[in-house]
């Protein structure tokens, strides 16, 4: 295949030219430079596309050295001993508040055996939950293992660190070009119309950027670099890990499975539907019949007050259009 210059996988076809201006097409999503080779990789691959990580690495550092050099790993230890687990679903690290958690429980069919938090009174409904949907596993006292357990910030750090690179990686790039363009437009916060579009199409452009699907895939195809002190599995995909975990070392499944209407129950007391809603009912309307009036172009944070001023000249003609006709 390669004598007749068959394009696989792993062969694109494309020479280095190629492969670098691909880079610099997908670094436009990252301009304070703050994804690593090993990111921009997996970002290839999810779209069937190969370029090494080390051609990666050097052209990333000959194009742009001070980004380069500014992503160096820094690491500090917190645990004076090694993380362990036995199995997939024994303990989740939880920052969330009850109704996100109650959704992935519906969505799983489960809970974990046990629940861990910070001390954060936002997380303070989360734990009557975590005892109530216990009774569904009655081999465990609550004095042998508690359902919940609350620790400093500081222990808790494995979830702490998940949001810091979805911070540096991704919605750091969008409050960038949120806060420098902001200004540029001449947006006035004191003006309703101006506040109102700007979160409802910002928050948006958040959850486009983001792409949790994306992130979730692209997080579960992570290969964990292999460490030999280490207590966790390591040496391969953290998907592979968790449906597998017997070619780990570790225990089957342990979720604690929970009937569906019991789930409802909590959700209809703690879930609402405008928890992700950006803006009253009234002001999202006024913004979705808006953006569909340009023609619901495509988002991205890079034309987020392009669309901003699109929408506010078509609030602006339909306001002139009708005084017109009510003169």
């Not at 055996?113 to 939950?129: C, F, H, M, R, Y």
């Not at 357990?149 to 750091?172: D, F, M």
């Not at 669309?307 to 602006?316: G, T």
């Amino acid at each position: 295949m390669k004598k007749e210059n068959i394009k696989t996988a792993r062969r694109s076809g494309m020479d280095v030219i190629d492969q670098g201006i691909a880079i610099l097409k997908v670094s436009e999503d990252d301009p304070l430079g703050r994804w690593g080779a090993r990111l921009v990789k997996e970002k290839f691959a999810h779209k069937g596309v190969h370029i090494p990580r080390d051609f990666i690495t050097a052209f990333r550092q000959a194009e742009n050295p001070s980004a380069a050099a500014a992503r160096h790993p820094h690491t500090r230890k917190v645990h004076h001993h090694g993380l362990y687990l036995s199995g997939p679903n024994e303990e989740w690290l939880a920052d969330v508040p009850p109704a996100l958690y109650l959704r992935l429980v519906r969505k799983i069919g489960g809970m974990c055996v046990q629940t861990a938090t910070d001390k954060g009174s936002e997380l303070s409904k989360l734990i009557p939950n975590s005892f109530h949907l216990q009774i569904y596993q009655p081999y465990l006292s609550e004095e042998t293992l508690p359902a919940h357990k609350a620790v400093k910030s500081i222990y808790n750090i494995t979830r702490e660190c998940n949001w810091r690179p979805i911070w540096e990686k991704e919605l750091g790039n969008v409050a960038f070009e949120y806060t420098s363009g902001k200004a540029l437009i001449g947006f006035h916060q004191d003006d309703p119309i101006h506040e109102g579009v700007a979160s409802w199409l910002w928050g948006k452009i958040v959850q486009v950027q983001l792409r949790l699907d994306m992130i979730v895939t692209e997080s579960q195809a992570h290969r964990v670099r292999k460490q030999a002190k280490s207590l966790l599995p390591t040496g391969g995909r953290r998907i592979d890990m968790y449906e597998h975990p017997e070619d780990w070392e570790g225990q089957e499944n342990q979720l604690i499975e929970i009937p569906g209407e019991d789930i409802d129950k909590l959700l209809n007391e703690y879930d609402r539907p405008d928890l992700l809603q950006f803006g009253s009912d009234e002001m999202v309307q006024f913004c979705e019949y808006l953006f569909e009036k340009i023609g619901s172009p495509e988002l991205s944070a890079k034309v987020g007050w392009k669309v901003f001023l699109r929408m506010l000249k078509c609030a602006e003609e339909d306001n002139a259009a009708a005084e017109a006709g009510g003169n």
